[in-house]
């Protein structure tokens, strides 16, 4: 069976000009239990790769530049 | 590298005691099994990483069960979660950890972590549940994972992230072996040997699906997709009560907790649609629960937490705790809906099921010691079967697990690993990984968790459950033949889906055995409505004997603590009574 893309609003969101994955931080990407998060190749900012979020927090809570913030998931809201 | 490429790889390492699942029993179990004997080498192996892994991923609000000198006794505790589980307790573990979880709350204070305290300096104990005080709030619990992360360094703990074990191996004498686990990010095998293995992978909290709809937003963490219950049945251990459900009453779509036990003990109270109480308790009890489910099918429902009636500065208090400790988002969520809780009450629903001991009874089979029925193999934690543990018992129950297994290492030799059984492991891990077309892990996760609430979910009706059981068999056909994974992040979420596939057809199974209905919600079954003492008043045990799912009664032991007759059935009188 072939594959479609599913579109979806990721409720985590970095603020490019605030992270600093650029520079060697992976907090973000380190605590989170689900693992969902990635930086990326293109722009060496973290960013949410899946969306399959607990709404927990501690990407936001250890994040040393404040560049995380959770939002609850849309469906939840 | 692309991202999360899977890569062929496979090492092995040895330990004593190897401790899986980093949250709140793993890293208590750990640190004991290490002091015990500081040679001896103990990894912690996580699926995610222990710094922020687990239930109390972001802390806890408070400890919901401290028997605390002045306040409690062992015995009283004891009574009270007998009478809670209408009967069906091996008391002895529940005595056991009544007796030594002050000794644990001392422990945890001289790591950092914070207690309310009176202008005396005593423990501010408050009462919730129905018979006795045992709730300690933690204003300032969103310190305890990092406190525990600095003694695990402290004291040089092995700690392997990102690691999900799959299967436990066993020696040819059936004693515990080892582990298979693969990366979760590079799909790279290590199997891990060791001579006593501790389970601590929390609850099956990914089995029912929330209301909302979205996979992820469900009461316990996400990630906590019953792994060691499954783990703990394909290596032949025996799972208790396992149709004892968990089903929480919990904030509509944020799906979280209230939360009743912080503000309970200021003067909050759960209220139907005309403002009023219905229940007498706020305890997390089966039958707490049914009753919150006639509410809200009554026609008084929607069912609400209400604060409105409190002063400014109670709620400001209560809010100082909701908003900042446990699930912190709950805040912003209510902030999103524009719910002051000066004007308007919390709108509440129940859960999705989920297997826990935590909460319920249903758990890998555990005695005083955390011993499973597995030689070698220990069980901590929402996952092992001591009923209402909540975080306290993961921490005392995971340090008597962590005593007991290095004591059983320093006592066994290595068992010997079967070569063939970790090749045959590898296959059906990676199998997702070769099929070049086949059908996405969330769907098949998606369409198992949507059977589960179809069929699964209380009330329990028989035929429901005979066409449930037929539907996840056509499921897992598919995930076993036709499930794929383009990365190591989807294989991490096909082994899990696999994990919640197995907790349904054992949550399914352990339900039609027990032919009654007990523990209120958790376990009322329309084809047999009565509790049963005659025929049922017992454990049930599930497990796999050659190959095939099968349960059995066991006999629930003698008491340590006697129940008088006119205090058996103090649970079942949870609705307020009419008043003139």
Excluded at chain 2, 443 to 472: A, F, H, S
Aim: hydrophobic share 40%.
């Amino acid at each position: 069976m072939p594959l479609a893309t599913y579109q979806t609003s990721v409720p985590v969101v970095v603020d490019d000009a605030k992270c600093i994955a650029d520079k060697g931080c992976t907090v973000c990407v380190d605590v989170c239990p689900l693992d969902v998060l990635r930086i990326s190749d293109m722009t060496g900012k973290a960013y949410m790769a899946y969306d399959e979020c607990w709404y927990c927090m501690p990407c936001e809570a250890d994040c040393p530049t404040g560049a995380v913030t959770v939002n609850i998931p849309y469906l939840l809201r | 590298m692309a991202m999360d490429e899977i890569i062929d790889g496979l090492s092995e390492v040895s330990c004593d005691v190897l401790v899986i699942g980093g949250g709140t029993a793993g890293p208590m179990a750990a640190l004991k099994a290490k002091m015990k004997n500081p040679k001896a080498n103990v990894v912690l192996l996580e699926k995610a990483n222990v710094k922020r892994s687990g239930a109390i991923s972001m802390g806890m609000d408070g400890l919901n069960n401290a028997v605390i000198p002045g306040y409690a006794t062992p015995e009283q505790y004891t009574k009270e979660i007998t009478i809670a589980n209408d009967g069906i307790v091996d008391q002895k573990a529940v005595y056991k950890y009544a007796q030594s979880c002050y000794s644990i709350i001392e422990e945890l204070d001289s790591f950092g972590i914070r207690f309310l305290k009176n202008e005396n300096g005593d423990y501010a104990v408050k009462k919730v549940h129905h018979i006795g005080t045992y709730v300690l709030p933690m204003p300032n619990g969103e310190t305890v994972k990092k406190a525990l992360y600095r003694q695990l360094r402290r004291a040089r703990i092995l700690i392997s992230n990102r690691y999900m074990a799959t299967r436990l191996l066993k020696g040819a004498d059936g004693r515990i072996a080892g582990v298979v686990s693969v990366n979760t990010r590079t799909a790279e095998f290590l199997v891990i040997k060791a001579k006593a293995v501790i389970l601590c992978t929390g609850a099956a909290g990914r089995l029912g699906l929330p209301t909302s709809g979205y996979m992820f937003g469900t009461y316990e963490n996400a990630a906590n997709s019953g792994d060691g219950y499954a783990m703990a049945y394909h290596a032949g251990a025996a799972l208790a009560n396992l149709e004892c459900y968990q089903i929480n009453p919990l904030i509509k779509d944020y799906n979280g907790p209230a939360c009743a036990y912080v503000a309970g003990p200021f003067g909050a109270f759960t209220a139907n649609n005309e403002d009023r109480r219905f229940i007498e308790c706020d305890y997390w009890s089966g039958q707490m629960m049914l009753e919150f489910y006639n509410e809200l099918l009554s026609g008084k429902g929607p069912v609400f937490l209400q604060l409105k009636h409190l002063h400014d500065k109670t709620i400001e208090e209560i809010e100082s705790t909701l908003h900042k400790v446990e699930r912190p988002t709950r805040g912003l969520f209510q902030q999103g809906r524009g719910v002051d809780y000066r004007k308007e009450s919390i709108e509440m629903h129940i859960s999705e099921i989920g297997l826990c001991s935590g909460h319920s009874a249903s758990g890998v089979f555990v005695d005083d010691n955390a011993r499973t029925t597995v030689p070698g193999l220990y069980a901590a934690g929402d996952m092992a079967s001591v009923p209402h543990n909540y975080m306290l018992g993961a921490f005392t129950n995971g340090s008597f697990a962590g005593l007991d297994a290095m004591e059983f290492a320093d006592n066994h030799d290595f068992a010997e690993l079967d070569a063939g059984e970790i090749a045959r492991e590898r296959d059906r891990v990676l199998a997702p990984t070769k099929r070049e077309d086949g059908i996405p892990p969330n769907q098949v996760e998606y369409k198992t968790r949507r059977l589960v609430n179809d069929y699964l979910q209380p009330p329990k009706v028989t035929r429901k459950y005979e066409l449930g059981m037929r539907r996840l068999a056509e499921v897992r056909d598919d995930m076993e033949q036709r499930m794929m994974a383009r990365n190591s992040h989807e294989l991490l979420r096909a082994l899990e889906v696999a994990s919640i596939m197995d907790c349904a057809d054992m949550a399914a199974h352990a339900s039609m055995f027990r032919e009654e209905s007990r523990w209120g919600l958790y376990h009322w079954r329309t084809d047999f409505p009565e509790k049963d003492d005659a025929n049922w008043f017992c454990h049930t045990l599930l497990s796999k004997q050659n190959g095939r799912m099968t349960s059995e009664k066991r006999a629930v032991e003698p008491y340590v603590v006697p129940i008088a007759d006119d205090e058996k059935d103090l649970y079942d009188k949870q609705r307020v009574r009419a008043t003139a």
